[in-house]
């Protein structure tokens, strides 16, 4: 099975900051990567899929780039509501696998 | 608009059983593979089963001979059948949809989750 590691566990940033999260996998993924956001009660929003293309309705501040085992979600300048946990998630290989979060928090 | 609206969770007796539900619209549900994924509280996201457009069963090793995943493209719906349950499937019960028919698809759209219980 992949196994994917998020890292940080935790970012600090504040608004108008630029945010970059990662994600690294166990084996290669090639480009099936995806990345998630979810807020405390609701369910996880598609943001990015297959590294590098953006959901419908995301805005353009959120960029998702890599491929093979490392991968990156920015967001350029960082607004109230992207505070929120991301997960990353792979297609690549069987069984489908989330990492375990990074959660971005208001400094 | 897609909407995915699942029901059936709720408190359950270790070595029970439950059937969630998804009722889908606002897209061409027979077309499109769907998917349970679960978050046990304070925890990340576990994939659990998918079923593609074609018919085809998958499931995590931690639910495979206890779940079982189903649909009705004539509703709409989409279900999973939990029998054998234990106190670590306490979990919030997400369905999802792909991006596409088969199995091998990201996950496009969430409904709000049903929150499954294990207590005796």
């Known amino acids: 099975e992949t196994v994917l590691t998020q890292s940080p566990a935790t970012l600090s940033l504040s608004p108008g900051e630029r945010a970059t999260l990662s994600c690294r996998a166990s084996?290669?993924?090639?480009?099936?990567l995806a990345w998630y956001q979810q807020k405390p009660g609701q369910a996880p929003r598609l943001l990015i899929y297959?590294?590098?293309n953006r959901a419908t309705g995301i805005p353009a501040r959120f960029s998702g780039s890599g491929s093979g085992t490392d991968f990156t979600l920015s967001i350029s300048s960082l607004e109230p509501e992207d505070f929120a946990v991301y997960f990353c998630?792979?297609?690549?290989?069987?069984?489908?696998?989330f990492g375990q979060g990074t959660k971005v928090e208001i400094k | 608009e897609v909407q995915l609206v699942e029901s059936g969770g709720g408190l359950v007796q270790p070595g029970g059983s439950l059937r969630l539900s998804c009722a889908a619209s606002?897209?061409?549900?027979?077309?499109?593979?769907m998917s349970w994924v679960r978050q046990a509280p304070g925890k990340g996201l576990e994939w659990v089963s998918t079923?593609?457009?074609?018919?085809?069963?998958y499931y995590a090793d931690s639910v495979k001979d206890r779940f079982t995943i189903s649909r009705d493209n004539s509703e709409n719906t989409f279900y999973l059948q939990l029998s054998g349950l234990r106190a670590e499937d306490t979990a919030v019960y997400y369905c999802?949809?792909?991006?596409?028919?088969?199995?091998?698809?990201?996950?496009?759209?969430w409904g709000q989750g049903t929150l499954v219980t294990v207590s005796s």
């Open positions: 297959d590294a590098s």
């Open positions: 606002g897209f061409t549900f027979s077309s499109s593979a």
């Open positions: 998630q792979q297609r690549g290989n069987w069984p489908p696998a």
């Open positions: 079923l593609s457009a074609a018919g085809n069963a």
């Open positions: 999802a949809k792909a991006q596409g028919s088969s199995a091998r698809y990201h996950f496009e759209y």
């Open positions: 084996q290669s993924v090639s480009t099936y």
